[in-house]
């Protein structure tokens, strides 16, 4: 009775890897399909993101075997030789793999520790292996506990507080300015990838107004396009100053192009009204003076780097807590899975005991003819509970000793003690 995760990260290999070995999503379906025909009675859940895939199996075959079946199987749908992979390749059985999957549904495995995109990747990869009727009792019971565990982690510790990337850092701290940015306006100047991180963020949290401001207006235009906004060319920076709300600037400028003099005409023309400038281009875009003026709220890449290391620093303060927190469910988890090496023997003890029950009942019973109905019923039952609280304490013993002791011996035992048939377990 495996539990195995087999895949490769962020951690173990390059994104040229991770590509060639990601599953497109409406292949996925298929995917499970054709695994969980190779595994003797099997569970699979399918993972792919940009930082990680891994594909997570439940067989009645041993771990080695598992991971041969899997590396085989990614050989094949993806085309890519296993030398290709194998150096990069991480393979969990059992405790381990438990372990990795609350990890990684707690965000303590992801390249941004604490970030909650993962938690939601686990439960659809876990849902569209459900749907697809690919999951079986003991990986629907892991997922579904994982899960647990994920919010456990997020309510027990302050692992997700503080945004760690730069563009993030930039988006809280102008929502922290002006609260609501629905009716704010934000220029971009320059066509950097943090700066348009941090406006497809400001545009997620509600900003409608756009102005897309570059050196070669064709470049603003492209932009403008895509994010419905107004082009501009930099000529007219000045002229248009005064509109913005928030300016992320990120030019290739050797001087800057904003000064204290330009900030001081734009707010006489905006009544003072508070500007946010994220200034994140090496060098400077904006000259530090600004900053000095009221109503001016100028962060350049360090001030928001600073903000966003501290931030790490205390979510990674926090790790050891959350590692207690798994580590303690995943030693109910294997309890659990442990004990259901019993069922089956439990089963077939009340079942030898109850038909033992049934053929006496009947012989009392056919002596017994001036009994009514209820009365029949009454002593039906009454041979019911007796049975029932024979076995209570034994069926007990039984759970804890396989999770004490080698359950196949104990399972062994029992069927001695008892007389069930060997098949049974």
Known sequence: MTVAVTGISHHTSSLDLRERLAFAEGSIPAALHKLKKRLSDGGVVILSTCNRVEIYTRSDDAPPVVFETVRRFLEEWHGVPEAEFADALYEYADREAVAHVFRVASSLDSLVIGEQQILGQVHDAYLLAHSEAATEKIISALFQRAFKVAKEVRTKSTISQGKVSVASVAVDLAVSIFSDLADKTVMIIGSGETGELALRSLISQGVKQVLLVNRTVEKAQELAAKYHGRAYALDNLHEILPQADIIITSTASPEPILRREDFHRALKHRNQSPMFIIDIAVPRDVDREANQLDNIYLYDIDDLQE??????????????????????????????????????????????????????????????????????????????????????RPMSQIKQEVVREDPHRVIHLVKRLFGLEESAG
Do not use: G
């Open 307 to 392: 903000v966003a290391d501290s931030n790490l620093q205390a979510r990674r303060a926090e790790i050891a807590q959350c590692m207690e927190i798994v580590d303690k469910q995943v030693s109910r988890f294997m309890q659990w899975r442990q004990q259901l090496y019993a069922e089956p023997t439990i089963v077939s003890m009340s079942q030898e005991w109850h038909q033992i029950r049934e053929r006496e009942l009947q012989k009392t019973l056919h002596t017994l003819n001036d009994l009514t109905e209820k009365q029949r019923e009454e002593v039906e039952y009454l041979t019911k509970r007796i049975v029932n609280n024979i076995l209570q």
